[in-house]
């Protein structure tokens, strides 16, 4: 069965903080890893993504480390600011899965503290 | 500004009631999904379409429905509703491209079975 696991469960991180999500996965055709971000209330949003070619992804505050020997993905929110509090849900998926779906992990709750 | 757009965002029914859950993208995308989000137990994928009136079962298909009878449209039916199905309600979209894969989410439907 596919799988991905994301940890930890909540992460309580001091403004200015770095945030570190870990995600691991079995299924070694995946070939695509985004990350998502859902505020309270709202729909999860695509905050960021990477393919297995490449090691990092960086945008702004947010990066993405990739390690395909070990199969595990990272998301690092440096300078965390309080409003990046929010659940962030990793994610896989590969070509020719019909309707290409996504393995979600089972989320992390973030809170920055001001 | 492309979206997803679920019908209602709260919606409180009764006990053996048929509910019909509305979602349309504008995004011309091959794929829609039906996910339900519950307290620690992440997103569960319902049901989903890769095509029109194509349907497949997620991992918890119970005691739902869906239709798909326009590419843009995809509707989730809850036969008759149970209070265990209380849940927040998610529809998403995503192309059968290579590339991105991500999907769009919409904003949810938070339904109340009393």
């Known amino acids: 069965q596919q799988q991905v696991k994301q940890s930890p469960q909540s992460l309580i991180v001091q403004k200015g903080g770095i945030s570190i999500i870990n995600c691991a996965y079995e299924?070694?055709?995946?070939?695509?890893f985004p990350w998502y971000q859902q505020f309270p209330g709202k729909g999860p949003a695509l905050l960021i993504a990477i393919r297995p070619d490449v090691s990092e992804k960086k945008e702004g505050r947010f990066t993405i480390s990739f390690n395909k020997s070990a199969k595990q993905f990272s998301l690092h929110i440096m300078d965390s600011q309080p409003g990046d509090s929010a659940t962030y849900f990793c994610?896989?998926?590969?070509?020719?899965?019909?309707?290409?779906?996504?393995?979600f992990g089972g989320g992390t709750r973030l809170m920055v503290k001001p | 500004d492309v979206k997803v757009t679920q019908s209602s965002r709260y919606l409180v029914k009764r006990t053996g009631e048929k509910v019909f859950l509305e979602c349309v993208q504008d995004?011309?995308?091959?794929?829609m999904f039906w996910y339900r989000q519950d307290p620690g137990l992440g997103l569960r994928l319902i049901y989903f379409?890769?095509?029109?009136?194509?349907?497949e079962k997620g991992d918890i298909p119970e005691g739902y429905s869906v239709s798909r009878e326009k590419k843009e449209r995809f509707s989730l039916i809850l036969e008759s509703a149970s209070t265990n199905q209380t849940s927040m309600y998610l529809c998403?979209?995503?192309?059968?491209?290579?590339?991105?894969?991500?999907?769009?989410f919409g904003s949810g439907t938070r339904l109340t079975v009393v």
């Open positions: 998403a979209s995503s192309r059968t491209v290579n590339g991105n894969y991500g999907y769009t």
């Open positions: 379409s890769y095509d029109v009136k194509m349907k």
């Open positions: 299924n070694t055709a995946f070939d695509y």
């Open positions: 995004m011309d995308h091959e794929n």
């Open positions: 994610a896989a998926s590969m070509r020719n899965n019909a309707g290409n779906m996504l393995t």
